[in-house]
């Protein structure tokens, strides 16, 4: 069964710090893996896109990575700043098969505090 | 530049009463269109999702149905809301190659 696991389930961090969170995935075959940012109340929007030859890529201060051996990417966000209070979401996309092939992780929750 | 509109942006509908949902999409032909709901703590569900006119696919059985009457244009409707409609409900396209999906903003729906 295609699964896309994310944790922390939420996150509280001080203004100023790193954080770090994860995403592990049972989809086959597999086509590419982004991470959104849902800010409440509002559509996800894109952060990254990665392929299954790409280890690593960044989006300022976003960078995720990606391991496709142990199907787990994780998202690094440095120097957090109160706007980064959001959901994320990993979402991993079946190659090929039915239009409705994205699968979704149910997000992690951070909050970034003063 | 694409666009996606949806609207409206949040709706309270007594319990039995009918909903219509609109989404719209602009500087694209063809677009694979998406329905999701979103509840509270859970991750994205698809609900319906499109890829021409006319043609709507059903990914979890509902009260809900969706409809394409235009190839830009998708709606949501329910002849009779449910308390457990409520949710927030999200639109999307995506270009048919798998390319990214965008997202609408969104519609919080509340179901009284």
């Known amino acids: 069964k295609n699964q896309v696991e994310q944790s922390p389930q939420s996150l509280i961090i001080l203004e100023g710090k790193n954080c770090t969170l994860q995403?592990?995935?049972?989809?086959?075959?597999?086509?590419?893996l982004r991470w959104y940012k849902q800010d409440t109340g509002r559509g996800p929007v894109s952060l990254t896109i990665?392929?299954?030859?790409?280890n690593t890529k960044s989006n300022g201060r976003y960078t995720a990575t990606l391991d496709a051996d142990t199907k787990q990417s994780s998202l690094h966000i440095t120097a957090s700043q109160l706007s980064d209070s959001a959901s994320y979401i990993c979402?991993?996309?079946?190659?090929?098969?039915?239009?409705?092939?994205?699968?979704f992780g149910k997000g992690t929750k951070l909050s970034v505090k003063p | 530049s694409q666009t996606i509109h949806q609207w409206p942006a949040t709706l309270v509908q007594p319990v039995g009463s009918p909903l219509s949902l609109e989404c719209t999409v602009e500087g694209t032909s063809n677009p694979n269109l998406y329905w999701y709901r979103q509840a509270a703590g859970r991750g994205l569900q698809l609900l319906f999702y499109s890829v021409g006119i006319g043609q709507i696919s059903s990914e979890v059985p509902q009260n809900l149905s969706a409809s394409r009457p235009q190839d830009r244009q998708f709606i949501l409707s329910s002849k009779k809301l449910l308390l457990s409609d409520s949710g927030f409900y999200l639109c999307?396209?995506?270009?048919?190659?798998?390319?990214?999906?965008?997202f609408g903003q969104g519609t919080r729906l509340t179901v009284v």
């Open positions: 990665m392929t299954f030859s790409e």
């Open positions: 979402v991993v996309s079946v190659y090929g098969g039915s239009q409705g092939n994205l699968i």
């Open positions: 995403c592990n995935y049972t989809v086959s075959p597999f086509s590419n």
């Open positions: 999307a396209w995506k270009g048919p190659l798998n390319t990214e999906a965008f």
